[in-house]
């Protein structure tokens, strides 16, 4: 009983020609669970395009709410260590330089922040594919992050971008009067060029 006439795995077997017990695969296996067919949920291409929409299947049984609560949620445990909160990095305007998050103000690379016009027009199947593949010094996630998670964090980059820069013909009319009522004096003040004081050095 204690010696099974059996091999056990990974024990040479002098029947195969390599002696191994272990067969390889035939060439294309797919472990089960692992067939990844669905290109547009996977890849985030459709016909080798980045696709604009979140694929159906990462909103099944859940609302584009909490999508983004996910998304944020995910977002802070995964990215914001290097992206800062609010996406900072360089390439935009100057004051997200300084939000970044803790590893990038310890010496890491800056990354480009989010909100620059590149990455605003950038289709939100390119957000995924960067989080599955990494981009350069930017490590992959497809390991640590599932597939609905990452489209759950790709949509909140998309967020992130439109808490900082809404275009107009995107806001509804009850935003519209959130707004402060335009001040023209202000407006006048915004376009005239900077004045520029004297400065001591200047004048002895
Ligand atoms: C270890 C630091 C680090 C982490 C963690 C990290 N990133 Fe990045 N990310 C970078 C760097 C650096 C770049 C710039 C890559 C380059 O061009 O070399 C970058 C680039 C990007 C870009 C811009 C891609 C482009 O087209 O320029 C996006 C979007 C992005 N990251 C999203 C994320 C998301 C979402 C996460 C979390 C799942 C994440 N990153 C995690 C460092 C990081």
Not at 7 to 22: C, G, H, T, W
Not at 166 to 183: G, I, T, Y
Request: charged share 25%; hydrophobic share 35%; aromatic share 8%.
């Amino acid at each position: 009983m204690a010696d099974q006439p059996r091999y056990e795995p990974l024990e040479a077997n002098p029947v195969y020609v390599n002696e191994l017990m272990p067969r390889t695969p035939p060439e294309s296996t797919v472990a089960r669970g692992e067939l990844q067919l669905d290109e547009h949920y996977f890849t985030g291409k459709a016909g080798g395009q980045f696709v604009s929409e979140l694929p159906n299947r990462a909103l099944e049984g859940r609302t584009l709410e909490e999508v983004l609560a996910r998304g944020r949620e995910r977002f802070t445990v995964f990215c914001s260590h290097c992206h800062g909160q609010v996406g900072g990095g360089i390439g935009g305007d100057p004051m997200y330089e300084e939000l970044v998050g803790m590893v990038v103000a310890r010496g890491y690379p800056s990354p480009p922040t989010f909100h620059q016009d590149r990455l605003r027009r950038a289709p939100i199947g390119q957000f995924f594919d960067v989080i599955t593949n990494g981009l350069a010094r930017m490590p992959a996630h497809d390991y640590l992050v599932p597939p609905d998670d990452r489209w759950a964090i790709a949509a909140y980059i998309r967020a992130l971008q439109r808490s900082q820069y809404a275009p107009r013909p995107l806001l509804a009319p009850q935003d519209f009067e959130k707004l402060p009522p335009p001040d023209e004096t202000a407006a006048a003040t915004a376009l005239a060029p900077p004045r520029r004081e004297p400065t001591s050095r200047l004048t002895p």
